[in-house]
């Protein structure tokens, strides 16, 4: 693994990796970290916009599922049913990352928790869970976060790069963001939550060291000196 310390020296998230006795958990991201890239992001991204076009909606590399929240009613509609498109499809193709199995047994069996954090919605996640006891045998991941989940008070929670999921996560736990790591394969979504929120470590998951196209807005590479040090991550790894 590389090791790329992605904080100024003093900086009040420029945690050092948390030693095996601070750790209490783990949270992953899941299309692309926990599971195989199933997800066509240019597609995505083209079919959204071009139902923004027809909303006379300007975009210019908005997130799209922020997009989605300001289109007319059939805007929404339709954009809906693109996502539960992708996201059928993403179900049906799901497979798990190599080495998941061993490392999900592995955290278990070192009393760590482990958590999902994802922008799928809650029935992909559900069906992970039901394919992981299947095929593996191995429990679901708690909390596991989606699009569409609600904290307690049945108020939705933020999706990433927001914070919010994994401060709830940290809180279910009942531990501080210092003691968790946040692994993922999208610096926009998963490096910059894990910033936002403080943990302990930010772990990107570059799959056989190549950097997919995983972002909803499709801004690219950031230019601003605070983009950058958001994204970067304290450890970049090519495979689970």
């Given at each position: 693994?590389?090791?790329?310390?992605?904080?100024?020296?003093?900086?009040?998230?420029?945690?050092?990796?948390?030693?095996?006795?601070?750790?209490?958990?783990?949270?992953?991201?899941m299309?692309?970290?926990i599971?195989?890239?199933?997800i066509?992001?240019?597609?995505?991204?083209?079919?959204?916009?071009?139902?923004?076009?027809?909303?006379?909606?300007?975009h210019?590399?908005e997130?799209?599922?922020?997009?989605?929240?300001r289109?007319?009613?059939?805007?929404?509609?339709?954009?809906?049913?693109?996502?539960?498109?992708?996201?059928?499809?993403?179900?049906?193709?799901?497979?798990?990352?190599?080495?998941?199995?061993?490392?999900?047994?592995f955290?278990?069996?070192?009393?760590?928790?482990?958590?999902?954090?994802?922008?799928?919605?809650?029935?992909?996640?559900?069906?992970?869970?039901?394919?992981?006891?299947?095929?593996?045998?191995?429990?679901?991941?708690?909390?596991?976060?989606?699009?569409?989940?609600?904290?307690?008070?049945?108020?939705?929670?933020?999706?990433?790069?927001?914070?919010?999921?994994?401060?709830?996560?940290?809180?279910?736990?009942?531990?501080?963001?210092?003691?968790?790591?946040?692994?993922?394969?999208?610096?926009?979504?998963?490096?910059?939550?894990?910033?936002?929120?403080?943990?302990?470590?930010?772990?990107?998951?570059?799959?056989?060291?190549?950097?997919?196209?995983?972002?909803?807005?499709?801004n690219?590479?950031?230019?601003?000196?605070?983009?950058?040090?958001?994204r970067?991550?304290?450890?970049?790894?090519?495979?689970?």
């Open positions: 693994a590389d090791i790329v310390d992605g904080q100024p020296p003093g900086s009040a998230r420029n945690n050092p990796l948390p030693s095996p006795n601070d750790l209490v958990g783990i949270v992953f991201d299309d692309g970290t599971t195989r890239h199933c066509d992001f240019a597609e995505l991204r083209r079919r959204i916009y071009e139902i923004a076009d027809d909303d006379c909606l300007e210019d590399g997130c799209v599922l922020a997009l989605a929240d289109m007319s009613p059939e805007g929404k509609q339709r954009a809906q049913d693109v996502f539960a498109d992708i996201e059928d499809k993403a179900i049906e193709d799901m497979a798990f990352m190599d080495g998941l199995a061993d490392l999900c047994r955290i278990d069996d070192s009393g760590l928790k482990r958590a999902i954090l994802t922008r799928n919605v809650r029935r992909s996640v559900d069906a992970l869970h039901g394919k992981l006891q299947k095929d593996e045998a191995i429990a679901g991941f708690s909390p596991a976060m989606a699009r569409d989940s609600v904290c307690e008070q049945g108020n939705p929670i933020r999706p990433k790069p927001a914070p919010d999921a994994i401060l709830h996560i940290c809180s279910a736990w009942g531990c501080e963001p210092r003691n968790v790591l946040m692994v993922g394969d999208s610096p926009a979504d998963d490096i910059v939550a894990g910033y936002r929120a403080g943990c302990g470590a930010r772990v990107l998951l570059a799959e056989g060291g190549v950097t997919r196209d995983n972002d909803t807005t499709g690219g590479a950031p230019t601003d000196d605070e983009e950058i040090r958001q970067t991550p304290c450890v970049t790894v090519s495979s689970l």
